[in-house]
C-alpha cells in the first residue's frame, strides 16, 4: 500500500507545487514508483509536467462522480506523456473546472471522502502518492488531508507565513476527527535565503519549536526550480539545475528514512 502525502499550507506562494513535482521525480530516482494528484484548479502541477494541453479527463470528474475512475498520466521522464501503467511516476491532472466541482462537491454525500475512496482502487500500484493541495482549507484540501497519512508542509522562512503554519496545524487538529492516522511527516523550509537576517531567525526559531519535524534540507532561492517548471519538467532533466536535483535528492532521502 502507498503512502499518501498530503503538500499542504493554507497560505499560497510558499512552493507546494515545486515541492510536489520534484520531490516525486526524485523519489523515482530512488526506485519508487510515484503518483502525483493534481488538486489545485490552478493546474500548476499539470503544467509543470506540460500537461496542460494533453488533458482529455482531469482529478474534478472524479471526484463529482465515483464509478469515473482517476485519470492517471504516466510521464516517462517527467516531461512528457508515458505509455503504459509500467511507468513508475505518473499524473493525475487538474484544470480549472476543478473551481466548480469544487462546488458541487459541496452538495454531495461522503464530500471529504472523494478521493480517498478513488485513490484506493490505484494506490497498490505505487510506493507513494503525493497530493499538491490549493491555499485554503476548502473541501478540497480536506479531500486531501483526508486521503492522506502524511503531511508535508512547506513554508517560507518570513514572519507572516508563521500565520499559516499554525493555520495548518490547527485545521490538521480538526481533520483527526474524520482522520486519526494523519500526522505532519516534516516543516520544509523553502525559498530559503540565508543571507537575509530575518530569514534565518525565522529558521531558527521553527527548529526550535518544531525540533525534528523541520526537514535538515532546504530549498534555496534558485531560479532554475522556477524556470524548470514553467518548461514543463522537473529540475532533473532541466539544464543548469544540478544544484537543485542534489537538494531535492537529500529530501527525498530524509522522507524515505522517516516513512
Do not use: C
Amino acid at each position: 500500500m502507498a503512502t499518501v502525502i498530503a503538500v499542504a499550507n493554507q497560505k499560497g506562494g510558499v512552493g507546494k507545487t515545486t515541492t510536489t513535482a520534484n520531490l516525486g521525480a526524485a523519489l523515482v530516482l530512488r526506485g519508487r514508483r510515484v503518483l502525483l494528484v493534481d488538486l489545485d484548479p490552478q493546474g500548476n502541477l499539470t503544467s509543470a509536467f506540460g500537461l496542460e494541453k494533453a488533458v482529455q479527463q482531469t482529478v474534478a470528474e472524479s471526484l463529482l462522480d465515483r464509478r469515473v475512475p482517476l485519470p492517471v498520466v504516466p510521464v516517462s521522464n517527467g516531461s512528457e506523456p508515458g505509455h503504459g501503467e509500467s511507468q513508475p511516476l505518473a499524473v493525475v491532472p487538474a484544470a480549472v473546472g476543478l473551481a466548480s466541482a469544487e462546488a458541487q462537491l459541496m452538495n454531495k454525500l461522503g464530500r471529504e471522502l472523494r478521493l480517498r475512496d478513488q485513490l484506493l482502487s490505484v494506490e497498490d500500484r505505487y510506493d507513494f502518492v503525493m497530493i499538491d493541495t490549493p491555499p485554503s482549507l476548502g473541501v478540497l484540501t480536506i479531500n486531501a488531508l483526508v486521503a492522506a497519512s502524511k503531511v508535508i508542509i512547506p513554508t517560507e522562512a518570513r514572519f507572516f507565513s508563521l500565520q499559516g503554519l499554525q493555520m495548518l496545524e490547527e485545521s490538521i487538529e480538526e481533520i483527526l476527527y474524520l482522520n486519526p492516522r494523519l500526522e505532519v511527516l516534516g516543516i520544509l523550509l523553502s525559498k530559503m535565503d540565508r543571507r537575509l537576517k530575518e530569514e534565518r531567525q525565522v529558521a531558527e526559531f521553527l527548529r526550535q519549536r518544531w525540533g525534528a519535524r523541520v526537514f535538515r534540507t532546504e530549498v534555496g532561492t534558485n531560479s532554475k526550480i522556477l524556470e524548470a517548471g514553467s518548461a514543463g519538467t522537473s529540475v532533473f532533466h532541466y539544464v543548469g539545475a544540478e544544484r537543485a536535483t542534489e537538494i531535492y535528492l537529500a529530501l527525498a532521502d530524509e522522507v524515505l528514512a522517516r516513512d
